[in-house]
Each structure stands twice: as C-alpha cells, then as structure tokens.
C-alpha cells in the first residue's frame, strides 16, 4: 500500500487505486494509529505482554460466497462477520483488519462507497479499524479478503481439540437460519411469511458474529468453533480434534420462530437446519459443572446458549443424532464442503 | 480454516479443499506453533513486549501481476518476496504470514505442488512460516494474496516520512532490472546476449527483498520504502511523506551489468530503469554521517549501498532528476499505477 498524495499528482487519473484508497478507505483506518494513515509500507502495533495476538483470515468470491449483485454494504458485513466469528471461537476480541480487494473495472463508485459504508458501520458496532491492505484488479469476479486480528489473555485461547468425554455441548442463537435463506436466495425454498422470508435471509446476510460472549468463555470452553460447514460437521470437528465422539439431541437444537414456521413437520427441512453452514453460531464444550456459570453468561450478555447433548469416549469424530425419542436419526449428509 | 480430518471423510472427494491444505499447505506451518497446525479457528502468536508487529498484505492476479503460464514455484516466490520486501523497508525482520488463494478448477495438483514448493523453499531462505489461511474457487483468474508478519523493535520502525532536508538519499542493489525485465518478458524489448536476458527476467521473478539488511536500518535511516511504484516515483512518495523535495543524480544510479549492457546510450531504456517499477530494492534517507555505518553495514551484508541523491527544503515530492552533467533530466513519467 503506497502513498495516495504524490501518485495521484502522478497519474492524472480521477480516482485509481490511491484515489480509491484515499477516498473509500483511509477514513476507515483513521481509529487505530497502528495503521500509520495508510501512508506506510505496513501496519506496525503491539501486542500486551499478557495478551496474544489471534490472527484469522477468510475470503469471499463473488458468485461462490455471495451473489453479485448482493447490496455492497450486506456483502462488507457478512465479509468482516466470517473473520470477526473466527475470533469469537477463540475467544478473542476483535482489534484491527487488513482488507484485499480484487475488483473488475465494471465495479464503480456506487459499490464501493456502500461497501465502505458497510465496513464503516461494523467497524463501530465491533469496536475494530482497518490497519492496511491492498487493492488491484481483476478481470474476474470480485475477491475480497479480510485477515482479522483479536487479542487473548496469554495462552487462554479456546481450541478446536480441549473438548473432554462428558462434557456439555452447547450452541449459541439459532440454528439453521442461514441455511433455508440460502435456499430462499436460491429460490428453491417458497417462504409465504414476509417477515420469516426476511428475518432468514437477513441471518444468511448478516450474520451475528458472538464477538462479546466469546472471549467470555475463556477459561469455561474447553472447546469451541463457530458453525460455518453445519452443525453436524462442525461438531464432528470438534469430536475428531478431540479425539472423541458426540450425541446431538437434535430436539434441543435451538431454532428461531422463522425456522420453526418454515421447517414445521418437515423432516427434510430440519435436516437442512441441522447440516446447513454459515450460522455463525458458536459451537463449544464445556465441563458440567460450568453450567450455571454459563446460564449466568447468556443473561449478562442476551445470547441465548444451549446445551444440545455431550462429548463421549468413542470414535474420534463420530456424531449420533437422536431424534425426539432418543432414537438414531439418519440424515442425508453432515455437512458441506465449501471449495 | 477448518479441520482436514474430518471434512475429508465426509465429502470423500479426492483433494477438496481440505485434502488440498492437508498435503501442500498444513507442511508449510509446521515450523511455526502459533498456527496450531492449521487446525484451529486461527493461528495464535505473542509478540515479546520490546518488539512491536509489522504487518503487510499485497495481492497477485494473473493477468495483472504475472502471466497465467509463470512457473507455479515463481509466483509463489514473487507473492511471498513482495511482502518480505515491505517488511524489510519498515526495517521489520520476517516472522510469519497467512496466505488466500482463489483458485479456478483447471489449477491441478502440478500447479500446487510448485506453489508450495516454491513457498516451501522462500520458507526456509527466510526464516519464516505459514501462519494460516483460506482457499477458495473461483471462476476468475488465479488470485493470490499474503499477509506477512515481521517484528522491529518497539518505537524503532522506518517510515516513509522521516526524510529531512540535507539527508542523503541512498538504494541498495540495483535499479531498472525488472523493468526491463518486463518489457523482455511482453516482447517488445529484444535482448540477444542470453545471459543479460537470463538475468533480467530472474531479477522480474524472483526479486531478492533486502530483509538481512532491512532491520539493520533501524536507527540509522530516518525514512524509507521499497522500490515497487519505480525510483523515481517511490523518491516522490518520501518527499511527499517527508514534506520535502529531492535531487536524484542519475548517473549515480546503480545499474546491473545486464542493464547496462542492454540499456547502453539508450536515453528511452534508462528512463524506463529510473521509472520502471517492481526493483523492490530499498529506497532509504539517512543523515550525511551515517555515511560511515551505512559502508560498514553494506561489506558487512553484501548489499551494495549506493548514495544517489539527497533531499532539500522544496516543494514536498518534487523529484528533480539531473543527468551526468547536473542537468536536469526530462522524463516522460514518473512512475506507475498499479491499478
């Protein structure tokens, strides 16, 4: 990232990538000093020495993580969401990001000045600044990529592999949300219900990322990542990082109203919920006894937490889902492979 | 960055995308604790309270950046170097990085297995590891992008803007080489002598960022950035930071023998040496009495250090660039822009 004062004298150019940066970007990163302005070769900050640095990066492609003619500003929110939940099921607070776009020359400044106002807003509602990045062209679809930080107390993240045999599993929210607005998106599931139609695809829009619950469950989790492949797969990762395995009661899986309206009696529906991604909901581990210290948490903070059933020794990743009546239920597929 | 373990024997695809970081990429981090084995939600690292964080991301798109058909082990090289090289002229030392890649379906397993390679390799040249990432499809055009971490002593970064009137500006290595590298590789610069063109076209390739001698300018050099934009333009940008003018003496200019060679009394090949970009050699300001440690530092390296210029009270980024009589030099641009 160069300096947008002398090359934009240079190239004559109305608004090229300095001009964009320095419209669009560098108002973004004026929060945290570590950016130096946007006006240096990198971003320079420190790290308290009780504290550790959690580093996360996701991308999104336009036709692949979102629709391309998604609103700019839901597409920003869904882009630092991804990053901010990775923090989250760290346990980590959110700090700064960097941004990469890669843009095709038909993208104007309608889109870039909702997409910033997009990153604008999050970056207030999460307490976080932009420190750098970079942004070139492409003659394909757009490419965006976030690389988040957060900080942790030292050596207090959540892993993926602490989850012990008899402990709870829990899950933040809802559900299976994200997933039928994604066949609504799609146009292959019909929702009648206006305001079930909207509130599914705005959790598929605009995830909730659990950026303040989260680095409360350090020390509590002993386990933890966020729902992006499906719950099922999610917590068959959990398991197999673990070395155990899980029973979900998927009676207790939590679902918002407009799920439940959209999924009522129908068996093929609820197994979407159970395995569709993007939730964004944290999915974690935690002793017994933590339970009321955890009831406790949900209060303080107003994210719902259940618990949905409990670690075991067995198979390393394997997952039993039982249905209302605690028998084996059969779904077509755990989760789903993103690439 | 989700499991391998689990997803693989979900979707029981060959090489999905967790197949994929399993084999090339989860190697690549195994020098490195903090990236969990790429195994977790995030990589997490603490950085000792004495040292501050520098952090950078630059992103490739073939077509724009290299050619689609480059070999696979000299992009990886370039992605990685031209990160290094902002690390190095923030006088940071490497530490680690993140890598994302979007990739269309026609990259095979022979592509990959030459980026990593070429990862693997720059890896252990300079000392750093992969921290974590993100893979993606993508129906555009393979699109790269690293964020690199490096530490410099607290409060001890270079920035661009600390040229003060009276400094001497200096570079190190060479200039012009993958300029002319460039115009080699589009074809419209014909060099018989195989060896000059050899090396012009590696100097394009495989650019050797300065990152021995980069953190030893910490506390000697009051401004600096590397060379990416072209000389000429990189000198604007730290006059424009520095709130200062220069004079670029061009017959100081160091010049490879492939350059020279090719370039011979040519005034249009050495204005594209001055202007051309991507030389990633360090551009750097110190004080006329720095002279001595800068020589000393320069023998003790290996890494020439050229004085070739010297910055002056003046409108801030008015570069003048005088030929070998002290006469001013009339370029037909300054720079470019990447965009």
Known sequence: MTSP????????????????????????ASGFPGARGLADDAAVFGVPPDQELVVTTDAMVAGVHFFPD???????????????????????????????TALPKTVGEDWLAGFAAGLGEDQARFGI?????DSVSTSGPITLSVTAFGLVPKGGAVPRWGGRPGDR???????????LGLRIAYGTLEVAD?????????????????????PRLVGLATGCLDVSDGLVADLGHLCEESGCAAVLESRRVPLSNAARSVIGDDPVRFAMALTGGDDYELLFTAAEDAAPA????????????????????????????TDARGRVLDLPTRGWDHF
């Open 194 to 214: 206006d305001s079930a139609r909207a509130a599914l695809l705005g959790r598929l829009r605009r995830p909730d990322p659990r950026t303040t619950l989260g």
């Open 129 to 133: 600044a932009l420190a750098g990045g």
């Open 169 to 179: 599993v829990y899950v933040t929210g809802s559900i299976g949300d994200a997933a």
């Open 294 to 321: 955890l009831a406790a948490l949900s209060a303080e903070t107003g994210v719902p937490v259940t618990a949905i059933g409990h670690l075991l020794d067995g198979p390393a990743g394997e997952v039993t889902v």
């Open 5 to 28: 004062k002398t090359a934009r004298a240079d190239t004559g150019k109305p608004l090229g990538e300095f001009g964009r940066i320095d419209r669009y970007f560098r108002p973004l």
């Open 70 to 100: 998604d609103a700019p500003g839901d597409i920003a929110a869904k882009l630092l969401r991804t990053n901010l939940s990775d923090l989250a099921a760290m346990g980590a607070a959110p700090y700064a990001y960097t941004l990469v």
